[in-house]
């Protein structure tokens, strides 16, 4: 039989041929054994139905009267006679795991199955495409991707023996349920029975596009994933393991050698690209998009009637497989149906406990893909105004009072306790570069150009403008005074540009700027960097905003007009520091405004900081990570002024991991980025992406277009129509049609007919501020369980409750008898000590080399005496472990001096080092005065027997001058052998020949 893709209309279905079994041969559907069994979760289809045909029969062919099979099956099995029952979908599995489990394939329907009556697929809302199974003939690949509740399939043909360079897929539009896709795979298995069949390639969760080299296409697949975040009911998951297929048959036998390893190469610089970290996806939430601009935009559809946005609204800036998305965008009618968007960033989530009231903290960062690479490759901005080190970074304050977006009504995206505000991270906006030699950890910053009208600045803040309004508040955070002038180069030059660019701005937009060197007051001992920091944040919250859901104005929304940009050199350490204390600032309007707190601050070393701090410090990881290439070298407790001793060995750590990343990986991580986002794309008569010297023409404009370019007007810089308030579209109307219609986070989210274990829910297993609750201590008054009480670290209790007065200097013997005392009195139990939560600070020892004798212990609880095991009642190894750890904590808690090691230390303090180390005849130095000053005999009779008489002396000092001056007499002929050494000289050489050095070639030794 000739394959099915290639088959006649007669061989596959006759007009005289009733359609039975035998018809349909039923393979045994290969499984996968490498996938395990795994959960489902979504990716973006809009609704599609199921039309009959009423025409008995198949008539369509095309001009080589050969069909289309996916096509032709699709027809022939929604014939009036050929209709089939809709499977009922049956119980769920367990929560998934992180492997998408394979599509498998039942047996074909009886012929009475076949003619039972199946409904009409309706419009049933909003299905989208969760789970993908890869199925390849020896001419063809068919993904077939599956809704969540498994009742709709799709078919996608992707042609295996197109011409190399060519990328030939085919879209079915058909809607199938389980047993018809059933039925179309056994087809297309039966009719490719002589070339080998239908197999299972593999399970996928998400396609991520298609990518060419030099030759054939490659697809991107998600075959592993893990739930990081929860917004409205949607999941936002991170990518943990991809696969790459090639889309040909095999290898061609003309293909040359040299350029199969070409294509080889470009494989393993794209594999330098981890895409298992920090990449993020979600079915049906725009995560490349902010709360703000998303609810916003669905609530416009919804005002124009539609259930959904007309056209996907992906931000094209945070796409960061954009590259592999242009193919399918070309040859696919709907190209989001089958491929997702991902982003590069940083995604979190926690939650905090306020008495009941469940309230979620969020934070996405996005990372531009334009002009992105590695730190001394990528600075500054391009010719386009675009920046690196571009980061959007948004924190999502939430109540979980409900779950979706939509309010009681239901009042479609109205929900008031979701809450949002973003900031922005990006290099200085001018031409200026550093080399990155290896040579030096801090290059010297050089302005490659300087432009009067500082057109790339303009762009890039033109930009800020259409993204988030006005105003835009710069944060400069570089240094203004150096022995050698580096940053400060940069502080000169960026105030000109901002003061240029503000003269032509309106008064009320333009932009505000203000420079603060931060390194220098993290070094001073009287400047308070937070206080500093918190004084910024509190003006730059009332005068940007934040955004809070809600019905209206009056209802309380509240939009975001602007926002806050902060930099440093690196837009690494000391903004993620300075960020972190405006998020804090807006954390406590967000919480303010949902009713959780009273006041619009939360103060520091409280469980919710705490949290949040911990949430931020994994963020500016992160972020460093990917742009420097190590961890923060300078944390939120170096500038906090806290844990100094034990992060500063971490921080020099950090710094040269930094420095070796940056002068040995650097390189490899750039060609990565320029291969993966298609700045660098293989062409004839193109040098190949390892022999450019520079890649500063795939990040610029190519300069033979400088004279096609418009002209950029330099007064009439910005947008006006950027610079005016947001509006938020009015509620919309009160839908008729059932919620389902318009989002489908019910079934995302709580998986109706499925077994859910609690173990595995995402919302059990967040990090919580309930880690971070003090113990109950026996004895004393429950601890205050709000998140909005600091709590003192127990060090400063117990240094609280000493009083530390003066410092008293007693004499020894004092000390003695008082260190000889054994005192079993300790200010805590050991249990309560063993269970004190680490502290967020570290404080010096209460007691320093002199040990203050005279203190007060506050009365408190004490332990028991600590009794041994009796020898007598043989006790377990148990009770023998308790003991010795209770008196190891007893005798550190309270340490004592016994009588003999008192003894044994003023034996040792009273050394025998007082001797006179001059002995004059006036001294009588007799053994009885000795002993009677206290002296020691054993270094007397020590150092008599030293003594030597002054003419054994002289005659050593004349020995010793004639050997010194015998050796200082060169003789004239340097190369004379004396004869005492020509023995060794001649066995010197006889060695070295045996080495194979010639003896001509020896060095001539003297």
């Not at 498998?104 to 419009?123: G, L």
């Not at 890039?460 to 944060?475: E, K, Q, S, W």
């Not at 955004?547 to 440093?568: H, I, Y």
């Not at 710094?655 to 990343?661: D, T």
Request: hydrophobic share 35%.
């Amino acid at each position: 039989m000739e394959s099915f893709d290639d088959v006649s209309l007669i061989g596959l279905v006759s007009q005289d041929t009733p359609f039975h079994d035998e018809h349909l041969p039923i393979p045994s559907g290969p499984s996968d054994p490498n996938l395990a069994k795994q959960e489902t979760t979504g990716g973006p289809t809009p609704t599609q139905t199921t039309s009959t045909r009423s025409s008995s029969h198949i008539e369509r062919t095309d001009d080589a009267g050969i069909i289309d099979d996916a096509s032709v099956v699709s027809e022939f099995l929604l014939q009036p006679g050929a209709r089939i029952e809709e499977e009922e979908e049956g119980d769920g599995e367990d929560e998934e795991p992180q492997v998408a489990t394979s599509f498998e394939r039942e047996a074909s329907p009886t012929f009475a199955q076949k003619h039972q009556s199946a409904s009409d697929s309706e419009d049933e809302g909003i299905n989208r495409m969760h789970k993908f199974t890869l199925y390849e003939t020896a001419t063809r690949f068919y993904m077939v991707g599956i809704n969540l509740a498994e009742t709709r399939f799709r078919i996608l043909k992707i042609d295996r023996t197109s011409d190399s360079g060519e990328l030939s897929i085919t879209e079915d539009d058909m809607v199938y349920n389980k047993r018809e896709m059933v039925q179309l795979l056994d087809a297309i298995d039966d009719g490719n029975k002589s070339s080998g069949g239908l197999k299972q390639k593999c399970s996928a969760w998400a396609l991520l596009g298609f990518i060419q080299f030099t030759g054939a296409y490659y697809m991107l697949l998600v075959t592993k994933r893990s739930q990081v975040a929860m917004l409205g009911g949607h999941n936002v998951y991170q990518i943990d393991e991809t696969e790459l297929i090639p889309l040909t048959t095999s290898e061609p036998s003309h293909l040359k050698t040299e350029k199969h390893s070409e294509e080889a190469r470009y494989i393993a610089i794209l594999n330098n690209l981890d895409l298992s970290r920090s990449f993020y996806f979600s079915y049906s939430y725009d995560i490349t998009r902010t709360l703000q601009h998303n609810i916003c935009r669905d609530r416009k559809a919804h005002q124009d009637g539609h259930p959904q946005p007309s056209s996907h609204d992906y931000h094209s800036m945070f796409i960061w497989n954009h590259h592999l998305l242009s193919p399918a965008a070309e040859a696919l009618k709907n190209p989001y149906e089958w491929c997702l968007p991902i982003i590069h960033g940083y995604v979190d989530q926690s939650k905090m406990s306020v008495y009941g009231r469940v309230v979620y903290i969020t934070i996405i960062a996005r990372r531009s893909r334009f002009f992105a690479g590695a730190r001394f490759l990528k600075r500054g901005a391009n010719d386009l105004g675009y920046v690196a080190n571009d980061v959007e970074t948004e924190q999502i304050v939430c109540e979980q009072t409900t779950t979706s977006f939509h309010s009681a009504g239901p009042r479609l995206h109205a929900n008031p306790h979701y809450t949002s505000y973003v900031q922005h991270r990006g290099s200085i906006p001018l031409h200026w570069t550093q080399e990155n030699t290896g040579v030096s950890p801090k290059p010297d910053i050089e302005l490659n150009l300087v432009d009067p009208f500082y057109s790339a600045a303009a762009l890039h803040f033109d930009d800020l403008f259409r993204r988030y309004g006005a105003p835009v508040y710069v944060l400069n955070l570089v240094k203004s005074r150096e022995r050698t002038p580096r940053e400060s180069i940069l502080l000169k030059e960026f105030t000109n540009a901002v003061t240029y660019l503000n003269q032509f701005l309106p008064e009320d937009k333009k932009l505000i700027y203000e420079a603060w060197d931060m390194s220098r007051a993290a070094k001073s001992r009287d400047q308070d960097v937070i206080q500093m920091l918190e004084d910024i944040a509190g003006n730059i919250i009332p005068k940007i905003g934040f955004f809070k859901n809600g019905d209206d104005a009056e209802s309380g929304l509240q939009l975001q007009n602007g926002v806050a940009r902060t930099n440093c050199i690196d837009c690494l350490d000391r903004t993620n520091a300075a960020q972190f204390v405006i998020g804090k600032r807006a954390l406590g309007y967000q919480l303010h405004a949902l009713g959780v707190i009273d006041d619009t601050t939360v103060e520091y070393d409280t469980d919710a900081v705490n949290l949040f701090t911990n949430m931020w410090h994994d963020h500016g990881d992160t972020i460093a990570i990917q742009y420097g290439g190590s961890h923060l070298v300078n944390t939120m407790a170096t500038y906090r002024k806290i844990n100094q001793w034990s992060s500063h060995s971490r921080d020099m750590v950090e710094s040269f991991k930094r420095y070796y990343n940056n002068s040995f990986l650097d390189a490899q991580r750039q060609e990565a980025y320029n291969l993966f986002l298609g700045n660098y794309a293989f062409a004839e008569g193109v040098p190949m992406l390892w022999d450019l010297p520079t890649d500063y023409y795939l990040h610029h404009t190519d300069p033979k277009s400088y004279l096609d370019r418009k002209k950029p007007n330099y007064i009439s810089w910005y947008t006006p129509e950027y610079l005016k308030a947001r509006e938020f579209p009015p509620l919309p109307f009160h839908p008729k049609a059932p919620l389902s219609h318009f989002d489908d986070f019910w079934l995302e989210y709580y998986r109706p007919l499925a077994l859910s274990s609690l173990s595995k829910v995402f919302s059990l297993k967040m990090k919580s501020t309930s880690r971070y609750l003090p113990p109950v201590r026996p004895g004393h008054p429950v601890p205050d369980l709000s998140p909005f009480v600091p709590r003192i670290p127990p060090e400063q209790i117990q240094r609280e409750r000493i009083p530390q007065r003066s410092v008293k200097i007693q004499e020894p013997s004092i000390s003695r008898s008082r260190a000889s005392s054994n005192t079993t009195p300790i200010p805590e139990s050991p249990r309560t000590w063993a269970h004190q939560p680490p502290s967020s600070e570290k404080h010096p020892p209460l007691t320093g080399i002199i040990k203050e004798p005279a203190f007060k212990i506050p009365h408190v609880s004490r332990i028991p005496p600590i009794n041994p095991p009796d020898a007598h009642s043989n006790p377990s190894k148990a009770e023998i472990a308790q003991w010795t750890l209770g008196q190891l904590v007893s005798d550190s808690l309270s340490p004592s001096v016994t009588g003999a090691e008192a003894e044994e230390y003023e034996r040792y303090i009273n050394h025998p080092l007082k001797v006179p180390l001059v002995v004059t005849s006036e001294d009588e130095m007799t053994a009885s005065s000795l002993q009677d000053h206290g002296y020691n005999l054993d270094l007397l009779e020590y150092a008599n027997k030293c003594n030597v008489e002054e003419s054994a002396l002289e005659a050593r000092a004349g020995i010793n001058m004639l050997a010194y001056a015998e050796f200082l007499d060169v003789s004239e002929d340097g190369l004379t052998v004396v004869g005492e050494d020509y023995e060794k000289k001649r066995y010197k050489r006889y060695r070295q020949w045996l080495r194979g050095k010639s003896l001509f070639k020896q060095r001539v030794d003297p």
